[in-house]
T-cell receptor, first 117, second 114 residues
Framework: AQSVAQPEDQVNVAEGNPLTVKCTYSVSGNPYLFWYVQYPNRGLQFLLKYITGDNLVKGSYGFEAEFNKSQTSFHLKKPSALVSDSALYFCAVRGLFTTSGTYKYIFGTGTRLKVLA | NAGVTQTPKFQVLKTGQSMTLQCAQDMNHEYMSWYRQDPGMGLRLIHYSVGAGITDQGEVPNGYNVSRSTTEDFPLRLLSAAPSQTSVYFC?????????????FGDGTRLSIL
C-alpha cells in the first residue's frame, strides 16, 4: 500500500540554524512527492515537489528537499530558519491509480515546526 | 485572484441536522477534492471529482455526499450530522487529473457538531 510517514510531531530549532523536517514514503513505482505548509487558520500552501530529475529540489521561501531513493525519504530543509517559518508542514505522496482515471494523494500526519527567536 | 473559496468559515450544528459546505474555484481546474483534518491524523480524503458530472469516494466517504454539476463548484453535503464529523474541512483543486500538479487549498470550514 502507498503510505507516507512523518516521524516527528514537532521540531524545534533556533532562528538562524538549519532545519530539517523528515518524511519517508512507501510506494510501488516511481514516487511523486510534495511538501505543503499550513499557517494558523489557513489552508495548505504548496512548497515544492519531486517528480523526476535532480534529487535536490528547490521551492518557495528558501526551502529545499532532498529525495533519497535508497532510504525512501524526502526530507524538507532550509539552511537558516526564520521565526516566520513556524507552521505545520505536510508531506504528501501520490497514491494508487483510481477507476476515475486519476491518482489520490496521501498526506502525512504533519510536523509542527517551531522556530525560536 | 480568489483561488479556492470555502463558505462558511465556521459552523455549529446539532446532531441530526444537515448542511452543505460550499466550495468554488475560479481557476478552471479539472480536479477537485474534499479533505477533513483532525489532530494527529493529517488530511483524509472524503470525496473527489475529475470533472463535471464525475465524482468518486475517498477513504472516509460515509455520511457525506458530493455532486459536481459545474467545473467551478463542488459542494459537500452532510446528510445527518454526527459528533464524529466535528473537524476542519478543506476543499482543494488542481489543474488536471495529472498527479504531478500541486493542489490549491481553500482556507477551510471549521465545523462543530453538538
Amino acid at each position: 500500500a502507498q503510505s507516507v510517514a512523518q516521524p516527528e510531531d514537532q521540531v524545534n530549532v533556533a532562528e538562524g540554524n538549519p532545519l530539517t523536517v523528515k518524511c519517508t514514503y512507501s510506494v510501488s513505482g516511481n514516487p511523486y512527492l510534495f511538501w505543503y505548509v499550513q499557517y494558523p487558520n489557513r489552508g495548505l500552501q504548496f512548497l515544492l515537489k519531486y517528480i523526476t530529475g535532480d534529487n535536490l529540489v528547490k521551492g518557495s521561501y528558501g526551502f529545499e528537499a532532498e529525495f533519497n531513493k535508497s532510504q525512501t525519504s524526502f526530507h524538507l530543509k532550509k539552511p537558516s530558519a526564520l521565526v516566520s517559518d513556524s507552521a505545520l508542514y505536510f508531506c504528501a505522496v501520490r497514491g494508487l491509480f483510481t477507476t476515475s482515471g486519476t491518482y489520490k494523494y496521501i498526506f502525512g500526519t504533519g510536523t509542527r515546526l517551531k522556530v525560536l527567536a | 485572484n480568489a483561488g479556492v473559496t470555502q463558505t462558511p468559515k465556521f459552523q455549529v450544528l446539532k446532531t441530526g441536522q444537515s448542511m452543505t459546505l460550499q466550495c468554488a474555484q475560479d481557476m478552471n481546474h479539472e480536479y477537485m477534492s474534499w479533505y477533513r483534518q483532525d489532530p494527529g491524523m493529517g488530511l483524509r480524503l472524503i470525496h473527489y471529482s475529475v470533472g463535471a458530472g464525475i465524482t468518486d469516494q475517498g477513504e472516509v466517504p460515509n455520511g457525506y455526499n458530493v455532486s459536481r454539476s459545474t467545473t467551478e463548484d463542488f459542494p459537500l453535503r452532510l446528510l445527518s450530522a454526527a459528533p464524529s464529523q466535528t473537524s476542519v474541512y478543506f476543499c482543494a483543486s488542481s489543474y488536471s487529473r495529472d498527479s504531478n500538479q500541486p493542489q490549491h487549498f481553500g482556507d477551510g470550514t471549521r465545523l462543530s457538531i453538538l
